[in-house]
């Protein structure tokens, strides 16, 4: 589907018009934006993978601009990948506050930081913590290592008419059903509101069983197993 026929869906859900095509579109990203946040169930499109590259005595990494939260995992989603004389190795999630008593020592006495002879040195990044805009690793690394990092991202925008996306592709509606129920709710118009509630209440539906059935499917399962 592309973004004149998401526009063209609403439209006619309004009561067939052909106006309002520039809203309906800015709600449709809207819908997009709002959907794609760390709360809501993701999507398996929505997936992908980056490499994120250490700096010798730097303990900073930059989360990637599309970012939305780590893909759930057993083992993380941060590792060094295997290679020909090592297998992979999985950093651990941890809080700042644990990450810098555990690996550096720094304890807070009295209100002021202390160092104690806790601290370890530099090596390979063992640990790791989410910040806004950064990721902090730990030990303090010792040289250059190439991390696999799994996360959601954000799909692209739903930019004019020719545009489509992954949304668009695959679950069309749960963008439709918003955008058309702010739409008629900015209309008043309370017979387009009710039709797309319900509309978004079958796509959600359908986006949540896509995801679980995706996660399930082939599996073996067993008493006492793991979903």
């Known amino acids: ?102 690996f550096l020592g720094r304890l807070v006495v009295d209100g002021s930081t202390v160092t104690s002879d806790l601290e370890v040195a530099s090596g390979f990044p063992q640990a790791y913590a989410l910040q806004q805009t950064n990721i902090l690793v730990w030990p303090i690394p010792d040289a250059v290592y190439n991390l696999t990092f799994r996360y959601y991202r954000h799909d692209s925008d739903i930019a004019n008419d020719s545009t489509t996306n992954n949304w668009l592709t695959y679950h069309p509606w749960v963008l439709i059903s918003e955008a058309g129920w702010k739409i008629a709710a900015d209309l008043q118009n309370n017979a387009a509101m009710q039709k797309f509630s319900q509309i978004g209440s079958a796509a959600n539906r359908n986006l949540l069983s896509s995801v679980i059935e995706r996660e399930i499917a082939g599996r073996r399962f067993y008493l006492g197993g793991r979903l």
């Open 1 to 102: 589907m592309t973004g004149a026929e998401a526009v063209a869906q609403i439209q006619q859900g309004i009561g067939f018009r052909t106006d309002l095509a520039t809203q309906i579109l800015a709600a449709l990203n809207f819908a997009q934006d709002e959907h794609e946040q760390a709360g809501f169930t993701l999507p398996e499109f929505l997936k992908t993978s980056t490499t994120l590259s250490t700096a010798t005595g730097s303990t900073t990494l930059l989360i990637p601009s599309d970012f939305i939260k780590e893909v759930a995992s057993l083992e993380g989603p941060l590792r060094y990948p295997t290679t020909a004389t090592s297998r992979a190795f999985y950093a651990t999630k941890t809080g700042r506050v644990v990450g810098d008593s555990f």
